[in-house]
């Protein structure tokens, strides 16, 4: 595993590089990409056994980003991992790049899958984890999903599939920042008792503070010996490091430009 920096530094770059990607390629989902940047930072700081210099190692983690809408922040994290340049990140969500607005693996190292349409990534994410088990293998999946996801049915058949199959190898992290592309998640369909509902289809079930480094760590560190696949509940902030930013619907699609874009700036780098 290759510790990069502090992980507050880490975010820090994360989102910058994130608002600058979103500006340059007029390109959406920046309060999706913030929300879950700390999970990011921590997740790859701490957690995941990966080797930049060596993305198809065989013996790696997986990581999968379930909500692909914000790909900005997976590329974001690895550019500032070492997976590639920082320059490359200019080009994101134009004609021909590599960087498409959904989370691609085409080209990047660093990315296992493709993901756009909700609802794919864990099951996926069960498959790796049921494979590795049948190799005996050591390594760790841990797949990242936004909460509005959790509205699809192929969610909750892979979450039964997981307990079913006993994949301690498997780490669930959801982005719970509580809003979805128009509204609320509780105006558009409720979710609670949610971390219930974890623990009822067979799963180690632990609530967080998505944003809190310190208690993320300790959780991340604490889970790798779970004798059932862990279901982390990531309480966030949709758009988070940006005060005009949070808790709005409206930068779930809106790309900041102009004065918008430089009081965002002004607002990370004085962190």
């Not at 498997?170 to 971390?195: G, H, R, W």
């Not at 967080?208 to 966030?236: F, M, Y």
Request: negative net charge; aromatic residues 8%; contains cysteine.
């Amino acid at each position: 595993m290759n510790k990069v920096k502090d992980t507050a530094i880490f975010a820090k770059e994360i989102r910058l590089d994130i608002l600058r990607m979103v500006n340059l390629g007029s390109s959406a989902h920046v309060g999706s990409a913030f929300s879950c940047t700390d999970i990011l930072a921590c997740l790859y700081n701490t957690f995941l056994k990966i080797d930049p210099a060596n993305p198809e190692d065989p013996e790696r983690d997986i990581f999968i980003l379930s909500k692909g809408h914000a790909g900005a922040a997976v590329y974001a994290t690895l550019a500032n991992f070492g997976f590639f340049s920082k320059e490359i990140l200019d080009n994101h969500y134009k004609d021909n790049s590599d960087l498409s607005g959904h989370v691609s693996h085409k080209n990047i190292p660093g990315v296992e899958f493709s993901t756009g349409s909700l609802g794919h990534g864990l099951p996926v994410a069960v498959g790796v984890a049921l494979g590795m088990k049948k190799k005996s293998s050591n390594r760790k999946v841990c797949v990242l999903l936004s909460d509005g996801e959790c509205d699809e049915g192929s969610v909750w058949e892979g979450a039964m599939f997981a307990a079913h199959h006993e994949l301690t190898n498997l780490l669930c992290v959801i982005d719970y920042n509580k809003i979805q592309s128009l509204d609320t998640v509780e105006n558009t369909l409720k979710l609670e008792p949610f971390a219930a509902k974890w623990t009822a289809f067979g799963w180690n079930v632990i609530e967080v503070n998505g944003h809190d480094h310190g208690e993320l760590i300790q959780v991340l560190q604490s889970i790798r010996t779970a004798k059932r696949p862990t279901c982390l509940i990531a309480h966030t902030t949709k758009g988070k490091g940006v005060s005009f930013m949070e808790n709005s619907v409206l930068w779930h699609y809106r790309t900041p430009v102009d004065e918008e874009f430089e009081n965002a700036i002004q607002e990370l780098e004085s962190e």
